[in-house]
């Protein structure tokens, strides 16, 4: 899915940069993350939802270095694409798990007791690609707007010993399945509009200001997602058509997946994933 998105992106450039005066740039770089994500379950023994942190009780690692790879094409003066793509993987092993939980998906669910032996994956992959147009522009700065499709490719899964049943066979909220080594996997593709602010400034010959804000949100039949995205960075010119950026971003990625049963005696947490992350960034472009 995310080459489908870079090879509509590179047609794009090609055909607008074929139709008018243009400046492409390609960079590649990476970002440190602190990160912060978790998931809502159910405490079958205490009959009541808490919230199950993958970085404290599930061991994920906190901080870590993530690559990404943006292109931006100006064209026309005014009017720019831009496509980005951010990798987010994580995984790790939980040797004894303090609480029990549940988590029901797809009218299944599955349960996990005290003390089980977890490997947990939580891999996130983010795609952007949209059109900005400057509607200030001056000497040295220009002001515009972005619009575009933001989509997540979300794989979450836990592999160990896990009970699984179907919702409507709880008994006195506990699944009467036997556990059995296996794997839950819930794949979310979750496609959010986005609509953005962003700013350039140069305070000195080749040394340019960069600011960026975009949100993002959509309600689709039982499926919530949204997105927040703040960006400011600095960015210097070291060479001919080289240039090099450092800035601190702040993510914000909510997806909630609603599938109680209203009828239910017996309350199932949604499958909810709340992640984010804040950190410096660093990349090199080339502009031609």
């Not at 709880?170 to 556990?179: E, I, P, Q, W, Y």
Request: charged share 15%.
């Amino acid at each position: 899915m995310v080459k489908h998105y870079f090879l509509l992106c590179f047609f794009s450039l090609t055909l607008c940069g074929a139709a008018s005066a243009s400046e492409t740039s390609i960079s590649l770089g990476g970002f440190y993350s602190q990160s912060d994500s978790s998931i809502q379950v159910n405490d079958p023994v205490q009959k009541s939802q808490y919230t199950l942190d993958y970085e404290s009780d599930l061991q994920l690692a906190e901080n870590q270095f993530l690559p990404f790879v943006s292109l931006n094409h100006h064209f026309n003066e005014r009017h720019n694409f831009y496509f980005d793509w951010k990798q987010l993987h994580r995984d790790a092993d939980t040797s004894g798990l303090n609480q029990p939980f549940q988590v029901e998906i797809d009218d299944t669910v599955y349960e996990v007791n005290a003390g089980a032996k977890l490997h947990t994956t939580l891999n996130i992959d983010i795609a952007t690609l949209g059109y900005g147009y400057d509607f200030l522009q001056g000497t040295n700065y220009n002001v515009g707007a972005s619009v575009g499709l933001h989509t997540m490719f979300i794989k979450a899964g836990f592999e160990g010993t896990i009970g699984a049943c179907a919702s409507s066979d709880l008994v006195n909220n506990l699944c009467g399945s036997h556990a059995m080594p296996s794997i839950i996997e819930e794949h979310v593709t979750a496609p959010l509009p986005d609509f953005g602010l962003y700013a350039n400034y140069e305070f000195l010959p080749g040394w340019q200001f960069n600011a960026q804000a975009q949100y993002f949100y959509v309600s689709l039949d039982d499926m919530q997602g949204r997105l927040v995205d703040v960006k400011l960075g600095v960015e210097a010119e070291i060479a001919k058509n080289w240039h090099m950026s450092v800035a601190y971003n702040y993510y914000q990625i909510d997806v909630e997946l609603d599938q109680q049963r209203p009828d239910a005696e017996v309350n199932i947490a949604n499958y909810n994933l709340n992640y984010s992350f804040t950190g410096p960034m660093v990349s090199l472009s080339y502009r031609f």
